[in-house]
């Protein structure tokens, strides 16, 4: 790899920003434009009411815009019995982006989620007609009765990937933050609508990784070696079929270290490409991909234009310059009311520069 890169400025396709106004909302959505990034498609998942529609999606993204005008919010609707076909119209109409499908109990604020999406019929068909993107959170809930625990549940999603491509096989699909060679085999199936994104954090860390540091504890949850490798080697050779999506997730760190179950997500936004670049080191060193493999044009791709097209955006005219352990990652961003702690906090990390 090289010590510099000259790239255009990134799109993130999947973060989370909690609610604006807020007090995580002020600390993070500032971090976006000087980590590279001028695009984040975000979230819906809020708490205690998700956006399930149009105006509050609207209202969202006009909060979003008060703490930073400089970045374009894409928006998202909560995938949830109140939506209906007409309600997916006047969503292309007003601009939203996708729709986000949780599987109820799976993850953060998931627990309005989908339990099957045969009662979603005439909704995914009207967003096969608009071209609204369907996103899925890929895993199913953790059943000790069925077997089902986080290192596992992506997998058993997988078969319902498969049926919704089946039953619409013009409507886009996103199957998010993939973490296993399985999903990753399952994205390259399909055609040009069925993409994957993947996440900075996943590209480093494992299963002893997230099971030793609460910080590193996210849904789904990093896996093995192997799938680690899968993940690396599809970044280089995606070829638009997968793109950046951190799946940055903040918390304050009360609800990482107090009492209670650990909130499941990393929180990478403010260094998310030296993330990816430094998890691509470290994988040349393991053998994992070849130094060959990291081209500029498979980081431009990963980083900003396959996501742009996918979503029908045209392709980014700024650049922006990274520079290998030109910065170090932040201990914690505070503010009166909260406090994050970053990945790989306290590490050399590349830094980015706007030209």
């Known amino acids: 790899m090289k010590d510099t890169y000259t790239l255009p400025s990134a799109a993130d396709m999947h ?9 995580i909302a002020s600390l993070v959505t500032p971090t976006i434009r000087p980590a590279g990034i001028d695009t984040v498609f975000v979230m819906p998942n809020l708490a205690p009411v998700p956006v399930t529609s149009v105006d509050a999606a609207l209202e969202y993204k006009s909060a979003l815009e008060a703490i930073d005008p400089s970045v374009n919010y894409l928006m998202s609707l909560y995938l949830h019995s109140s939506i209906t076909p007409e309600e997916i119209a006047n969503a292309k109409k ?3 982006s996708g729709v986000k499908a949780y599987p109820k109990g799976a993850t953060t604020n998931s627990q309005w989620g989908v339990v099957s999406f045969e009662p979603f019929d005439e909704v995914l068909k009207a967003m096969e007609k608009e071209g609204i993107v369907l996103n899925l959170h890929g895993e199913v809930p953790s059943d000790s009765k069925e077997g089902v625990t986080v ?3 992506e997998s058993r999603f997988l078969p319902t990937l498969r049926s919704l491509v089946g039953k619409y096989p013009k409507l886009k699909i996103v199957l998010e933050h993939c973490t296993t060679g399985e999903a990753v085999e399952a994205v390259r199936e399909f055609g040009e609508d069925v993409v994957g994104t993947i996440t900075a954090h996943h590209l480093s860390l494992l299963v002893d990784d997230w099971s030793a540091n609460v910080h590193h504890y ?7 070696p192997e799938d680690r490798r899968a993940l690396l080697q599809a970044v280089v050779s995606s070829k638009g079929k997968f793109f950046l999506g951190t799946d940055s997730a903040p918390h304050d760190i009360s609800s990482k270290k107090g009492k209670g179950n650990t909130a499941a997500g990393v929180f990478t936004q403010p260094y998310a490409l030296g993330y990816v670049l430094k998890a691509l080191e470290e994988g040349i060193a393991r053998g994992d991909i070849s130094d060959s493999d990291v081209t500029d044009e498979a980081l431009a791709g990963f980083f900003s234009s396959y996501g ?3 979503y029908g955006l045209p392709p980014s005219d700024k650049k922006i310059l990274l520079k290998k352990d030109g910065a170090t990652v932040e201990e914690s961003l505070k503010s009166e009311q909260a406090e994050i702690v970053p990945y790989r906090a306290g590490e050399k990390i590349w830094s980015v520069e706007w030209l």
């Open 15 to 23: 973060v989370h920003l909690r609610n604006a106004p807020g007090p």
């Open 94 to 96: 007003a601009g939203i």
């Open 151 to 153: 290192m596992n549940a």
């Open 218 to 224: 996210c849904k789904p949850s990093a896996k093995s």
């Open 308 to 310: 742009r097209k996918f």
